[in-house]
């Protein structure tokens, strides 16, 4: 079992449509989580982190986290096809110093 | 203010050979993590060091070094250069290590051994 699984995709959505991304963690040592977007041939750019259950807003983005699940969510709301790119779901124990990545879920904003 | 910096952009190296990669941190950052990323993999922890103090090693050969300076600029060395090191090569820049600290990359080396 991989530590943070993520669907491959691509997840397709048409523009102005809510893109739901997922992501599930093994280790339930884990407290932070973080979502990156990652362009084609480009590196990865933090968008969220989220250390508490519950949600988290900011902006088009929310973020989900729900420990007894060990599940991980980002909403985007209103995709424009500038959202078109990789997200990686990344996870870190409290007491460690590593970010643990899932492998991307490639998400396509159709116009 | 500046964002991480990465040198160089892209590199070419044949089998065998050695390489440097540099990387200097966020401003006020003391944190830097090295990762490398292969082709449709989410990247993959390296080394992180702070304070110039190695404080965690992923699971990659002896082959793989770093070091942190005083100015917290870091430095990942690999040696022996293989076919399955071409890749991408991000450096993380945090302000401390560990706990609820977001890291925030820099462009990247791209890396293609030959």
């Known amino acids: 079992q991989k530590e943070v699984e993520q669907n491959s995709g691509p997840l397709s959505v048409p523009e102005g449509a809510i893109a739901s991304l997922n992501c599930t963690y093994s280790?339930?040592?884990?407290?932070?989580f973080f979502w990156y977007r990652q362009y084609s041939g480009k590196s990865p750019e933090l968008i969220m982190s989220i250390y508490s259950n519950g949600d988290k807003e900011d902006g088009r983005f929310t973020a989900q986290l729900n420990k007894a699940s060990q599940y991980v969510s980002l909403l985007i709301r209103d995709s424009q096809p500038s959202d078109s790119a990789t997200y990686l779901c990344?996870?870190?124990?409290?007491?460690?110093?590593?970010?643990?990545f899932g492998s991307g879920t490639r998400l396509l904003v159709r116009p | 203010d500046a964002g991480v910096t990465q040198s160089p952009t892209h590199l070419i190296k044949t089998r065998g050979q050695h390489v440097t990669l540099r990387c200097s941190p966020i401003s006020g950052h003391k944190s830097v993590s090295w990762y490398q990323q292969v082709l449709g993999q989410g990247p993959q922890f390296i080394f992180q060091y702070y304070e110039k103090e190695e404080r965690g090693r992923g699971n990659f050969p002896d082959r793989f070094s770093a070091r942190q300076f005083p100015n917290y600029s870091s430095e990942l060395n690999v040696n022996a250069l293989l076919l399955g090191d071409s890749a991408l090569y991000l450096c993380?820049?945090?302000?401390?290590?560990?706990?609820?600290?977001?890291?925030?990359f820099g462009p990247g080396t791209r890396l293609t051994v030959l």
């Open positions: 280790d339930r040592g884990s407290q932070s």
């Open positions: 990344a996870v870190m124990m409290d007491s460690s110093y590593k970010l643990i």
């Open positions: 993380a820049s945090s302000l401390v290590a560990g706990g609820h600290n977001e890291q925030f």
